[in-house]
């Protein structure tokens, strides 16, 4: 059993990297490699997404890795393994993003990626901290894990998504924002579970068990 973190200079893997090789060895989910060769994620049985910054470098810092969006798309979508977005790597899932400019997603889940816009304007953009997750339904990559667990989020902008049922849970500030989506073998957080301790390992774990 492989699993893939998709290296595309978006910033640093490392403790990432150290989470799944932690929780792959709790729960037997075989070995995990940062790589940045399409040829490994052809290979890989789960995919991980990372992604720091803002949408349009990310977006076309992954295009410049020469096959690794074709790579991505033929294990994802017509190998239907396994896949996690995180951060940024969960908002190049939609249709579009609109930070600093209009650009084009993966379109995996339909939404659009737009700025945190908090009915009460003293609340700060960038969301950044601890917040309590509003789990929407169940999933088995969040077995274990409840309503008014907290996780990690640093981001200005979140996933607007089309189809509410694609939106596993939110986190309210100054109004629903979105920080998890999942449809079918896809999966995204926007919060960082790496940085998230038990929540964030428990939902690492989950993945690495994870049979769509």
């Not at 729960?27 to 990372?50: K, N, T, W």
């Not at 992604?51 to 470098?57: E, T």
């Not at 924002?177 to 999966?187: D, E, F, S």
């Not at 428990?202 to 049979?211: D, G, H, K, Y």
Request: glycine fraction near 10%; hydrophobic fraction near 45%; proline fraction near 5%.
């Amino acid at each position: 059993m492989l699993t893939v973190l998709v290296d595309y200079d978006s910033g640093n893997l490392h403790s990432a990297q150290k989470a799944f090789e932690r929780m792959a060895a709790e729960v037997d989910g075989g070995a995990v490699i940062v790589s940045s060769r399409p040829e490994d994620v052809a290979r890989a049985d789960r995919v991980v997404l990372p992604g720091d910054g803002a949408f349009p470098a990310c977006r076309r810092a992954l295009g410049a890795v020469d096959g690794m969006v074709e790579a991505l798309s033929e294990a994802v979508q017509t190998r239907a393994v396994p896949f996690m977005g995180i951060c940024v790597g969960m908002q190049m899932l939609a249709t579009r993003g609109r930070e600093y400019e209009d650009v084009a997603g993966l379109d995996w889940i339909g939404g659009e990626v737009v700025r945190i816009a908090p009915e009460d304007t003293t609340l700060k953009v960038p969301h950044m901290g601890w917040n309590d997750l509003v789990v929407a339904r169940p999933h088995p990559v969040l077995d274990g894990v409840s309503t008014g667990d907290h996780a990690y989020f640093v981001h200005s902008y979140q996933f607007d998504v089309t189809d509410t049922n694609d939106r596993l849970a939110h986190v309210a500030y100054g109004g629903t924002v979105t920080a998890i989506v999942a449809r079918g073998n896809v999966l995204g957080t926007q919060f960082h579970p790496e940085k998230s301790q038990a929540t964030g390992l428990r939902i690492i774990a989950n993945f690495l068990r994870w049979r769509p």
